[in-house]
């Protein structure tokens, strides 16, 4: 079971599924999208909201409270704004972040680690993108082709072969 803070009111409950509704003072949906706009399956937990326990959806979330747990969202997209936190493990689609994360993110997708953004975790994702200024402490591995090559273990020898013929190394 959840707890969540919106304003000074402590509740009890589990927030999972798909979102079609605001949380928090914010109105309108995600950001660049006028007021009242907001697609089907969007929401955004504005600043101030409070969340502690799993917070599971599908379709896109702006995210701008702090978070004690983890987030599902293996179908979702996340945009973690500059004042979000989240105190533990991110799993999406596409994430594009310029909060807090103190913990790791899988994205199968694409990660965005914004200039603001300060990573405390490892990340593994398919594509990634890290503006100036973002700050990482952690490992990135980048998902790929099931015949994922790790050159920093190859030996040397074998990795100039590889490079000199162009074929994949073993």
Do not use: W
């Amino acid at each position: 079971m959840a707890k969540f803070r919106i304003g000074n009111s402590l509740q009890k409950g589990k927030i999972a599924g798909a979102f079609n509704s605001t949380l928090g003072a914010a109105s309108g949906g995600l950001p660049g999208m006028e007021p009242g706009t907001q697609s089907p399956g969007s929401s955004r937990i504005a600043e101030g909201a409070y969340v502690r326990g799993e917070l599971a959806f599908s379709g896109d979330l702006y995210f701008s409270g702090k978070l004690e747990g983890s987030i599902e969202a293996q179908k979702g997209n996340l945009e973690l704004s500059g004042r979000g936190e989240v105190y533990g493990n991110v799993h999406c689609r596409v994430m594009d972040c310029y909060g807090q994360v103190f913990g790791n993110i899988e994205a199968e997708g694409k990660s965005i680690l914004r200039n603001n953004c300060k990573l405390i975790g490892d990340i593994v994702t398919q594509n990634l993108s890290i503006q100036n200024g973002a700050q990482i402490s952690g490992s990135c591995k980048m998902l790929g082709d099931k015949a994922d090559t790790d050159f920093f273990s190859m030996p040397i020898d074998t990795l100039r072969k590889h490079l000199k013929s162009g074929k994949p190394a073993k």
